[in-house]
């Protein structure tokens, strides 16, 4: 670089606009950095990448106040050249092309930036607030040239690579992981020397910009990693460009532990019970990832091996699987967790069949009940961020309960059990084609209408219907228990109203038997299996149970902060993204609050693991939430059992619903109960 | 601990013989420390691993100016007594012993600190300059008591782990090695508290004070390592305890490579020719190694995974295959190292069977031909730190020879061969119980007698031995040669004086067929095989390259440091401890020198890995070492081949030996040649 002190040119840059003057003779890349527009580089301005490329406008311009011209910049000398005519134009640049690092500075100009040559790269958090995150990975790529080895330099390959990557890049005090030493020199070796100099180019990966953990020969390109949620019952893996930031493949699995235990309790009974228990979860989730890997990366036309850092999340019992240890003490109090911070190890160590090198973060715990999968939901809601207090609900096989605002977070688990999930529900299954997940009851005909997943339409009563519902998960319960009680088939006390089953027409769906009785929600004709869907009274007991541990753990929590409303709430989890707010709302699944401000987001915790795979500073922040997050113990507050009582009924024994005015029923279900008989009364639900 | 401002009591160690006064309340372990005494503790005064025990002396010392008393130190609290009686004192110490961390000063005292208690254990280095080091390893333990997990403390057992390290061993910023997190609960939970405190006792085990590596549950003692140099022929390893230096087993094995290459250039052919050629060579090494240390720790009661650390030393071909690294590089000129600077890894990574957190280092290399084995010899020999210029000479393959003082010290390798290792020898064979170690040729009668391996007496000539040999390894051929030699069986040109051999008994030994002459040095009833065991005239000319390569090498770095004289010599490596110097020095092996100052020091480079097992900081002193060295190429010396030709003579065709006057035959063997005569001969000879 030749800086002239002295007369300066005018720089305009686009789309920015940011304008300044730079000293004639300083090149583009140094020229746009003094402006604070950053620009991609990954060969550290060697004329190598081609990252830098911009694009130059000519003529003048009367708005910016001066003529730009590509005479305005030195000509392209041969190593330019030679990349241009390597990259498909013979011998020179294309029409306005130049590389920002080659072009120096000989007048005013005005260029144009193209997005791919804009070095921060930033993704969007798919959060209930949008939030714009830079892409500043761990694990990134740099190029060097390496001085051959000379008789009479006796400092291995490895010491000459560590003084080009001081030299060319202020990379200093690194390491390198063992296991890659034997790819090095054949690395070097494979070229003699590179185009130019009679050095010999390497393209190195480096981890925290501490290791390195990847070496390829001459210039490379493609950094890849993936993040991954393992839910009790469902694994979801992102595979991301580390570069960009863009999801190439998302891939998700049965959780195959569910073979030894469907819930987190029968895990840890297996893991206490059996004798190589935990090594036979261990390896099952293990095994599942590794799977996962494959599958994704061949999506994405990459191999396993391409794949150079996984950022995992879960449950404190999928965690400590994850991490082969015995999660038995997360199944008792005080609930001990046996590590609790944040993890960095290598992949080979557990089994991983990612790159030889590759490495594993997993985000920090909060409590024995609340993991890093409610630490990367936090993450991307940034509820420590928020304004406005806001409740975050995570329903999986339990739910976790964040509520809170930057001035302080409180979060709790509430044992809801995997009823949300369709589990221990007579039809019940996992949200997959086929499953029930939308369901309207006609309130002057009471018959159902109902869609299932993979058809947009709504399947209506009677007809055999050309779509076959294969069974009912999550929301497809939840909205049909709110409309049974908003059409009066079933009371506040969650019972069906079996007098009305005798005075309606066979079709009107209630049946019944003097007994028992039961709602028909897809007949026989509109069934995979031949068999009516219905919800029983059973189920609706399962999911009274499992939205009452829910709700009382949300008014614990408000309790706690000294708060009668919340102003905002995110519904995060396995339920289906597309669990309706005001079902959930009817159902007294959460408390009241503004329709509008209540937001359903899906897999919010694979977001997380998603936003520290592709930023290191969320990584920070995630260890600094997981300590700085209170959290409460809801089992041991002695209101606790009153809470629960009280929000068994639906939607509340004693909450106002004011944001449902007009939509709930009047309480002609039944004169409300005085407050003992509520109590006895509740307790006997759970039979 | 009590500290009283006021009053002093009079303190005096013994054996250091240190005094001063300490505070009355004061106890003994931090008034030791006060006067400079460092007793050992594991426990770090938790009165637990009785480490710091110390001998009251009871009476008046009117030398010391003093009466000392059990009186003078606090009464044995509950704790202290708990030790004693668990270790077999019911309920009181035994008589003038006490617990130094448990003991406080009320007065004047005379305390003996027992050896067992003397905090700096210290190891002589087997170096021909006699060196105390301290024990100071990169392993040890520490004893620490972790608060038990409760119901609402939500850090995970290993934060409360550091938390411990942290307050009770000043031990911040720790980290711990995954793959041990599995075993931190189940260590915890053993002991549900510790006697005295509601606390969870557990033993650590520290790497660099940076890293956890093992969690035994309670008190626990032990930490081994095994030092190890990987010959091309012979792989020895030591096993050590950690704690107190001691060499607890030695085991040694032939390098299994030997099968695909008998010497490094072989071996390197294997390992570009083979497609599986360094994965081969890689795995052989390994499972040596993991045979060394199964047998190494059965001979001390332990099992390998007793092992915490392995010190790695060899030549540069060794080093890389140990690390499965090519060695191709290593083959041919510039001989570049992959990698020269030392490493620390894990023993796992490279399919080692110790502790899954075993560490191993590798002392690092000064050039391709100058290995981590030579940085290990300097480092036991300390040449950087003399006076006396020595020269020390390592014999293995290859031979390499450092030549300096503290000023400056220069290295180089000379390929010899492996005729040193009694390769390419007619009946050679390496040094092992049978092989014919020492020769005598009696100037008289001509006729041998020799000594074996494993057999202190002397077999004379003739009758039938009772000890038979198996053949002879390189001290046996080297005495042979420079025996033969004196006697005037062969000339300096190395040939047979083949005239003799008609006017010879036959018993004499000397065989001439008319056209080749062999000499038999021991009877075909002497031998394990009924054949006679004989030195031919080309096992004389194998002994004479080699002999000539390294004293051409030696000269080489003489004439760079612009010496002519080297005032002490130490020979090292595999062709036996027992080398005598004297016919080392007739054969012209080594210059003239004193031959008082001529030491032979046996496998150095083991010693020197030991130390570096030992010794935390002769590690960093190997690394400074290893680039402070001036490394001479010698292939490219233009005066390496003169050298060579003029050393082919024996003892040498130019060079002085003062010291071996009246030893040395006068020349009547034949007229010294002219030098351009000498060197057309001398190229002849290797034909």
Redesign the interface.
């Known amino acids: 670089m030749v800086y002239t002190i002295g007369p300066a040119g005018q720089l305009v840059l686009l789309p920015s606009g940011r304008r300044g003057a730079v000293p004639l003779g300083s090149d583009l890349l140094e020229a746009a950095r003094s402006l604070g527009v950053e620009l991609e580089s990954i060969c550290g301005g060697r004329q190598t990448c081609g990252k830098c490329q911009v694009i130059v406008e000519e003529g003048h311009f009367p708005k910016h106040g001066l003529t730009s011209t590509l005479a305005h910049l030195t000509e392209p000398d041969g190593r330019e050249l030679a990349y241009w005519s390597k990259n498909g134009s013979v011998a020179r640049p294309p029409a306005g092309r130049r590389l920002a690092c080659a072009a120096h500075v000989l007048g005013d100009l005005l260029i144009t930036i193209p997005e791919e040559s804009q070095a921060r790269k930033q993704i969007i958090a798919k959060a209930a607030t949008e939030r714009v995150i830079d892409v500043q990975p761990a694990v990134r790529q740099v190029y060097v040239e390496v001085r051959p ?11 000459r690579l560590q003084a080009a990557l001081a030299e060319q890049w202020d990379l200093t005090n690194l390491s ?1 992981d ?2 890659i ?2 790819t ?3 690395a070097l ?1 494979t070229h003699h020397s590179s185009l130019i100099t009679q050095n010999l180019p390497l393209t190195i990966t480096l981890w925290q910009d501490r290791e390195v953990i990847r070496v390829q020969p001459g210039y490379a390109e493609g950094v890849y990693g993936l993040a991954v949620d393992i839910g009790s019952t469902t694994i979801v893996a992102h595979l991301c460009d580390l570069r960009t930031g863009a999801v190439l493949a998302t891939q998700a699995t049965v959780n195959p532990q569910v073979r030894y235990g469907e819930d987190l309790m029968s895990r840890v009974s297996y893991a206490m019970m059996e004798p190589q228990g ?1 090594a036979r979860l261990h390896r099952a989730v293990i095994g599942a990832l590794n799977e996962l890997a494959q599958k994704a990366a061949a999506e994405a036309n990459l191999t396993p091996q391409d794949i150079l850092e996984l950022v995992v999340v879960g449950n404190p019992v999928m965690h400590h699987l994850f ?4 999660p038995v ?1 997360l199944g008792g ?9 944040p ?1 960095d ?2 992949a ?2 557990l089994g991983l069949k990612l790159h030889p090198a590759a490495r594993v973060h997993v985000l920090p ?4 009940h609340v993991g890093a999968d409610n630490v990367a939901v936090q993450l991307v809601e940034a509820i420590h961020q928020q304004e406005d207090l806001m409740l975050v609900i995570d329903v999986g096989t339990n739910a976790e309960i964040v509520l809170g605002n930057r001035e302080r977070v409180l979060c709790a688990s509430s044992p809801t059990g995997p009823a949300f999930e369709g589990a221990q529900i007579t039809h019940g299954q996992r949200a997959a084609p086929g499953a029930i997940e939308r369901v309207r009851i006609d309130p002057l005909t009471l018959e159902p209408r109902f869609k299932v997943i993979g058809c947009e339409e709504w399947i209506e009563p009677g007809p055999a219907a050309s779509v076959l519902a294969t069974g009912i998960c999550g929301s497809g319960i939840i909205e049909a228990i709110a409309e049974l009680y908003l059409v009066g088939l079933i009371g506040a006390d969650g019972r069906f109203n079996v007098a009305q089953a005798a005075g309606l027409p066979q079709a009107a769906g209630l049946r019944y038997n003097g007994r028992a009785a039961h709602y028909v929600l897809a007949g026989a004709n509109q069934t995979t299996s031949g068999r009516p869907i219905v919800i029983t009274q059973a189920d609706v007991r399962a999911i009274q149970l499992a939205k009452a541990a829910l709700y009382a753990g949300v008014k614990l929590l408000m309790a706690h902060l000294g708060v009668s409303q919340v102003e905002r709430i995110v519904l995060a989890g396995a339920f289906g993204s597309f669990i309706s707010p005001l079902h959930a709302m009817i159902l007294g699944l959460i408390p009241d609050c503004d329709l509008g401000r209540v937001i359903a987001v899906g897999n919010a915790a694979g977001d997380g693991a998603r936003l520290a795979l592709l930023n290191r500073g969320q990584r920070l922040e995630a260890a600094r939430l997981a300590r700085w997050v209170e ?1 409460v ?1 809801t089992a ?1 507050e002695p209101t606790f059992q009153d809470e629960f009582v009280a929000a068994m009924a639906i939607p509340h024994a004693a909450d106002p619903f004011p944001h449902l005015e007009g939509i709930l029923p009047r309480p002609a279900a039944g004169p409300s109960l005085r407050p003992s008989q509520r109590r006895q009364r509740g307790r006997g639900l759970g039979d």
């Open positions: 080895a000379a008789l009479h330099d006796n400092v291995g390959d490895w010491e390198i063992p296991i030493l034997p090095l020199q054949p070796i935990v991490l082969d240890i015995d003490e109090a005080p609930f001990a967790l046996a590590v609790s911070s993890l190890l290598k080979r160590d715990c909060i409590a024995g959290h113990q041991t």
